[in-house]
């Protein structure tokens, strides 16, 4: 399966942008996706992952401001980003668990195995 995210790019602090991600190719059966992002200088973090099942966790950073959704007729997972902030800015990646069910507890943001190339998001203030 391969992953494209595209609807990165550059807005000012307060404003809104909607990540897209497309799954195509071989298509197994994709029970967690999920949106990280690696912040300058910063190791990759969760911002938030999805279950099959309906089931969606948080980062904390990313609560309250930011929803995660599907359309799985499309193939493609998005990411509603609103009343954004400098401390936003970063490379955002889509990510697929292929076989699993997203984990919970600390364990929500591990075992993601398939990823996109990523797309920057700018905040200016």
């Known amino acids: 399966v391969q992953l494209t995210e595209s609807g990165g790019g550059s807005v000012q602090a307060g404003g809104s942008l909607r990540l897209s991600c497309l799954a195509s190719g071989d298509m197994p059966t994709i029970n967690c996706m999920g949106w990280f992002r690696q912040l300058p200088g910063q190791e990759r973090e969760g911002v938030a992952t999805?279950?099959?099942?309906?089931?969606?966790i948080y980062a904390d950073s990313a609560r309250d401001r930011f929803a995660i959704s599907s359309d799985n007729g499309k193939n493609t997972l998005y990411l509603q980003m609103n009343r954004l902030e400098p401390e936003d800015t970063a490379v955002y990646f889509c990510a697929a668990r292929l076989g699993y069910y997203c984990g919970g507890g600390s364990e929500w943001d591990r075992g993601f195995d398939h990823w996109g190339q990523g797309t920057q998001v700018t905040v200016s203030s």
């Open positions: 999805m279950s099959s099942y309906g089931n969606i």
